[in-house]
C-alpha cells in the first residue's frame, strides 16, 4: 500500500454526477437542463399549491355555497358509554372532571366538553363538563350520579 492506490470506504464517497451551468465545455452549459423560456426556467421559480398551468384551478371553478359562523363553539362530545367503559377499565372510579377526560386522551387541553347521552351509565359519577344533553342529564341523575355544569 502506497500514496498511488489509496481510495475512500466503499459507500463513504457519492459520485455527484455533472455540475449543470458550468460553461459550454462542460455539455450541460447554456440552458443547464433548464430547456428553453417558460416559468421554470427562470430563476426563483416555485409551483404554486393548486397552480394548473395557467387553466382555472379546480380550487376556483368549483362553486362556493353554504355559511360559516365566525363565533360557533365547538364542543367535543363524549358519550354516556364511553364513560360506562372507562368505569369499566377501571380508569375513573366516582368522579368524571376534565382532567381525568385529557388523562385518558378523549379530549384537548382547549377543548370545550359536552356529555351526549349514548348508551347507558350504570355505574354512580359525579360528572363535570361545560355542558349537557338533557338526556345525558337524566340518565346520569337516574343512575344516583350528579352533572355539575363548568
Known amino acids: 500500500m502506497d500514496l498511488s492506490n489509496l481510495k475512500p470506504a466503499e459507500g463513504s464517497v ?14 450541460k452549459g447554456g440552458t443547464a437542463t433548464r430547456g428553453h423560456k ?11 399549491l393548486g397552480f394548473e398551468g395557467g387553466q382555472m384551478p379546480l380550487q376556483r371553478r368549483v362553486p362556493k355555497f353554504g355559511f360559516t359562523n365566525v363565533n ?6 363524549i358519550n354516556l358509554d364511553t364513560l ?31 356529555i351526549m347521552g349514548r348508551g347507558e351509565l350504570k355505574a ?17 341523575e337516574a343512575a344516583g350520579g350528579e352533572a355539575v355544569t363548568i
Open 38 to 48: 417558460g416559468a421554470k426556467s427562470r430563476s426563483g421559480y416555485s409551483k404554486k
Open 14 to 27: 457519492k459520485n455527484q454526477g455533472k455540475r449543470i451551468g458550468r460553461g459550454q465545455g462542460s455539455g
Open 72 to 77: 360557533r363553539i365547538e364542543h367535543q362530545g
Open 124 to 140: 354512580k359519577l359525579k360528572v363535570t363538563a361545560h355542558k349537557f344533553t338533557a338526556s345525558a342529564k337524566a340518565a346520569i
Open 84 to 114: 360506562q367503559q372507562l368505569v369499566d377499565d377501571k380508569k375513573i372510579k366516582d368522579t368524571v372532571d376534565f382532567e381525568t377526560l385529557f388523562t385518558n386522551r378523549l379530549v384537548d387541553k382547549n377543548d370545550l366538553v359536552k
